[in-house]
């Protein structure tokens, strides 16, 4: 308590204190030790950075000081990507081996980076946004500013926002405007901010990122960067880079994410031989991978890899993934093009030990339109394909998106899904034509996220998907456990499984109860009418927050009784909402037909939301909320402002009202 009192009850300093703590063990000495840290009364800060802050600072590593000060060089409302600043970090130099470790230098960088990202986030020194993306609160940024002020500058709308005008500064960003000498971030249109901007006086610049604007004219120039590590050029005007890029020899990271208009990659991009990223992530799908790009044999990260063929089918952009051993990031585009499952299996994804991120891209825009015209040939060719890309045991991350096969890969089935200990998030997206979801996903010990997407072929959904499942163990005898399918899921997505009728579950045991870990599940687009026992029952403790759209079939919302935040967004048949003994907050957007809300004893705030109701839900005077916000039609809003309709009566009890209305033509989300 000593330390939440020193916290002078701020949020974001409690937030961090509760970052740093975690770190430590917990016990009284070290919790005292941090109480009576020498941080909490240091002089020289302006009164308006906080102590806290610093605290938790000063009890960084040199190393995650470093990287900590750098995430305020992304301009204020934008997301710090992992794939962005990880390679920023290590072209700078900030990361550094650990001496205990039997890999070479090379080899743990990324990693190493990958847990001080991960440290930033347990500190609340940067916040998560979704899996991939984070931010910084403008507290911890305007201290990281002010720490990092001599030797960085930050620009924003012709204003300083940070750092200083000293000759030592060694990075700027400017968003819009200005200059520096090791890191130059650009996020703005070049031509009109700086028309005289040239990189030739940057001679020991090290990262260079331009996201947008007109910057095609640079291009000339880049190459007199010959300390350049990171290039970054995202969602530009390039159309191409330059031919003589092998003479960057200090060359890492490139990154052309977005810039459509590049026509191709140069010939001589083989030759540089340090790289470690590339990333193509939505280039023009015409861009073709030189022959002999299996040389950059030192790759981690390739995004947006476009498989083509040669002509005469000799010769398939996949045979140059197969040397890339140390991939640890891979996303793979236009794999309808792959005409035989061998042409996949040259690419070896199985074999490449340290791959943790794997997407796998179909385009079937085409078999969309003409679904029960896909010839079965085909359709097999793809199924195969997809069987040969089984990634390694160690994947951590995998995404699947345009597959137009009928069923999915032997390699999710019972038996060898359990190879795959190490897997925390499936994306299955846009699945046109399989029927069945895989059985073997309930086995997968470390699977936290599964999002399901657009599969309107879907119809039922089995008991197998979510079965709890046996084991033995044979040794001296045999020993048989039941284990609970699940067991770590803490997210579940599911979304567009537009003909998705009956969800067979019935209610298990407390000690084999699937998906017992469930924080927060999301269903929207489907024909579903009820939710089976097995999901909706007293036994399920953990589930928080429960969001249900478009259910065009959906009757009733029942017995989810650890449920404290609800959403139901046009639910055209939902009657009633019952048995939610937690519930908290509950957000109605159009549900014409609701009657009935009860069992909500500690409701505390309701949003309702339809502006084609002309009078108030008759379910409002049976519950007792503090806070209702009502957005309804213009005429229902004038007859209760007004305080004369009797509709008055059913809110009356309620505390504190915010009440507004719609024309008719919005649509409000």
């Excluded at 703005?188 to 260079?208: A, T």
């Excluded at 079965?467 to 020993?479: P, R, W």
């Excluded at 999901?535 to 959906?554: I, M, S, V, Y």
Aim: hydrophobic share 35%; charged share 25%; glycine share 6%.
């Amino acid at each position: 308590m000593k330390i939440v009192r020193k916290c002078d009850g701020l949020p974001l300093a409690v937030k961090v204190m509760g970052g740093l703590l975690s770190t430590r063990s917990r016990s009284e000495r070290e919790w005292e030790a941090v109480l009576n840290h020498h941080a909490w009364s240091v002089v020289g800060l302006p009164k308006e950075l906080d102590s806290r802050i610093y605290l938790s600072y000063e009890d960084l590593s040199s190393q995650q000081k470093q990287c900590f000060l750098y995430c305020s060089l992304f301009p204020k409302g934008t997301s710090i990507l992992w794939r962005r600043v990880i390679p920023m970090w290590i072209s700078e130099g900030f990361i550094q081996p650990h001496t205990d470790r039997s890999s070479s230098h090379d080899d743990q960088l990324e990693e190493i980076a990958a847990e001080h990202y991960q440290e930033l986030i347990t500190r609340n020194l940067i916040e998560r946004q979704g899996t991939y993306r984070c931010t910084m609160h403008d507290v911890v940024r305007s201290f990281a500013e002010f720490i990092a002020r001599e030797e960085s500058v930050v620009v924003q709308d012709m204003q300083v926002a940070g750092g200083s005008n000293d000759s030592l500064v060694r990075r700027l960003s400017i968003g819009p405007t200005s200059l520096s000498v090791r890191t130059l971030f650009i996020s703005s249109k070049i031509k009109s901010l700086v028309p005289e901007l040239s990189l030739n006086s940057f001679s020991i610049l090290r990262v260079l990122f331009i996201h947008g604007g007109d910057c095609d004219r640079l291009v000339g120039s880049i190459c007199q960067l010959r300390h350049l590590r990171y290039l970054g050029l995202e969602d530009t005007n390039i159309s191409r880079l330059p031919d003589d890029i092998d003479n960057m020899k200090f060359l890492q990271h490139i990154v052309v994410r977005g810039s459509v208009h590049l026509e191709n990659l140069p010939r001589t991009i083989i030759q540089l031989v340090h790289l470690r990223t590339l990333d193509m992530y939505g280039l023009n799908p015409n861009v073709v991978i030189p022959k002999e790009f299996g040389g950059l044999r030192n790759l981690r990260l390739l995004g947006g890899f476009r498989v083509h063929m040669d002509m005469d089918g000799r010769w398939c952009s996949l045979e140059e993934i197969r040397p890339l051993s140390k991939l640890r990031r891979l996303t793979l585009h236009g794999l309808e093009n792959v005409s035989a499952s061998s042409l996949a299996e040259m690419a070896r994804i199985s074999s490449k030990e340290h791959l943790e991120y794997l997407e796998l891209q179909w385009s079937n825009s085409a078999c969309m339109e003409l679904r029960d015209e896909i010839e079965k040939q085909q359709q097999q060719v793809v199924e195969e394909v997809l069987e040969k890309l089984c990634p390694p045991p160690r994947i951590h991350h995998l995404i699947i998106q345009g597959y137009f096969g009928r069923t999915l890969p032997n390699w999710m089935m019972v038996v060898e899904a359990c190879a795959f200990k190490s897997l925390s998030l499936l994306r299955l997206q846009d699945l046109p034509c399989c029927t069945k979801l895989p059985d073997g996903l309930c086995r997968l010990p470390s699977l936290k996220v599964l999002d399901i997407i657009d599969a309107p072929a879907i119809k039922s959904v089995g008991s197998e998907f979510q079965a709890s499942y046996s084991s033995s163990t044979v040794g001296g005898g045999v020993t048989a456990s039941t284990s609970a399918a699940f067991p770590n899921l803490t997210h579940l997505y599911l979304k567009g499984l537009y003909k998705w009728e009956e969800w067979d579950w019935e209610e298990q045991t407390a000690g084999t109860m699937a998906m017992h870990a469930l924080e927060r599940l999301q269903i929207r687009k489907c024909k579903l009418s009820c939710f089976p026992p097995g999901l909706a029952n007293n036994k399920r403790h953990a589930l928080r927050e429960l969001t249900l759209r478009e259910l065009n079939n959906l009757t009733s919302v029942e017995n989810f009784t650890s449920v404290v935040k609800l959403v139901v967004f046009d639910c055209p048949k939902l009657k009633r909402i019952s048995g939610i003994s937690r519930l908290h907050k509950i957000r109605i957007v159009r549900c014409p037909k609701l009657e009935v809300l009860q069992g909500v004893p500690v409701l505390d705030s309701i949003e309702l939301e339809d502006g084609t109701i002309e009078r108030l839900p008759g379910y409002l005077p049976c519950v007792n909320p503090r806070f209702l916000k009502l957005i309804c039609s213009k005429e229902l809003h004038d007859s209760i402002i007004s305080g004369s309709s009797s509709e008055c009566e059913k809110i009356s009890h309620i505390t504190k009202h915010d009440i507004n209305y719609v024309e008719e033509d919005s649509d409000e989300d």
